[in-house]
C-alpha cells in the first residue's frame, strides 16, 4: 500500500527557514516523479515543484530560488527545504506522488503539513 | 502561468447530473491530453478522481467521467449523491502543472 506521510511543519517567523519531509512507503521516491502542491487556507491548490526520477527539479515562479526540492534515497524520503519565508508561504503543504513521464497527473496524496509564517 | 478557470460554485440534487469545466489555453489545456480532476472534502486531501483527460482510476465510481474540446476540459458527475458535495480541482501539465481555482459542489 502506498503511503506519504508529512512533517516538519509549524510555526516560523518572516524570513526563517523550515524543513519539509515526506516519509514514502510502499513505492521508491528515487524511481518516481513526486511533487509539492500547497494549500492556503481557505484557497486553492497551488503545485510548488517537482522532482523527477532522474534528478531534474523545477519550480513554481513564485518559490524560485528560495525552496529547494531533494529526496534521500536511503530513507526514501522527499525533502522541501524552504528559505526566506513569507507570510504569503503559509499554507498546508502536501506531498505527492505523479504518474511519471507522460503521465504528469498526482496519484497520491499525504495528509499534509501546516507551515504557518507569521510574527 | 495563469491558473485555470473554474466556476465558483455549481449545484444540483441528488440523482441529477452536473458539469464542472476548466478553462485554459493553447499552452496548457488545449495542448495536452494531460487534465487530471480531484475531488477534496473538507480538512482532507485531494484525491484523484480522473487522470488524461478521461480516464478513472481503479475504485472511483463510473458516475464520473471527463471530457475535453479545445482549451476547455469538463468533469461530469452523473447520479449525484450527499457524498459527491466537496471542492473539485482540474490540472493539465503545462511544461509545469497548473490547478484550476476550485468548484465548490452543493447537493440540495
Known amino acids: 500500500e502506498v503511503q506519504l506521510v508529512e512533517s516538519g511543519g509549524g510555526l516560523v517567523q518572516p524570513g526563517g527557514s523550515l524543513r519539509l519531509s515526506c516519509a514514502a512507503s510502499?513505492?521508491?521516491?528515487?524511481?518516481?516523479?513526486m511533487s509539492w502542491v500547497r494549500q492556503a487556507p481557505g484557497k486553492g491548490l497551488e503545485w510548488v515543484s517537482v522532482?523527477?526520477?532522474?534528478?531534474?527539479?523545477y519550480y513554481a515562479d513564485s518559490v524560485k530560488g528560495r525552496f529547494t526540492i531533494s529526496r534521500d534515497n536511503s530513507k526514501n524520503t522527499l525533502y522541501l527545504q524552504m528559505n526566506s519565508l513569507r507570510a504569503e508561504d503559509t499554507a498546508v503543504y502536501y506531498c505527492?506522488?505523479?504518474?511519471?513521464?507522460?503521465?504528469?497527473?498526482?496519484?497520491?496524496w499525504g495528509q499534509g503539513t501546516l507551515v504557518t509564517v507569521s510574527s | 502561468q495563469s491558473a485555470l478557470t473554474q466556476p465558483a460554485s455549481v449545484s444540483g440534487s441528488p440523482g441529477q447530473s452536473i458539469t464542472i469545466s476548466c478553462t485554459g489555453t493553447?499552452?496548457?489545456?488545449?495542448?495536452?491530453?494531460?487534465v487530471s480532476w480531484y475531488q477534496q472534502h473538507p480538512g482532507k486531501a485531494p484525491k484523484l478522481m480522473i487522470y488524461?483527460?478521461?480516464k478513472r482510476p481503479s475504485g472511483v465510481s463510473n458516475r464520473f467521467s471527463g471530457s475535453k474540446s479545445g482549451n476547455t476540459a469538463s468533469l461530469t458527475i452523473s447520479g449525484l449523491q450527499a457524498e459527491d458535495e466537496a471542492d473539485y480541482y482540474c490540472?493539465?501539465?503545462?511544461?509545469?502543472?497548473?490547478f484550476g481555482g476550485g468548484t465548490k459542489l452543493t447537493v440540495l
Open positions: 505527492a506522488r505523479e504518474g511519471g513521464r507522460d503521465a504528469e497527473y498526482f496519484q497520491h
Open positions: 510502499g513505492f521508491t521516491v528515487s524511481s518516481n516523479y
Open positions: 522532482i523527477y526520477s532522474g534528478g531534474s527539479t
Open positions: 493553447s499552452s496548457d489545456v488545449g495542448s495536452y491530453n494531460l
Open positions: 488524461e483527460v478521461s
Open positions: 490540472c493539465s501539465y503545462a511544461g509545469s502543472r497548473v
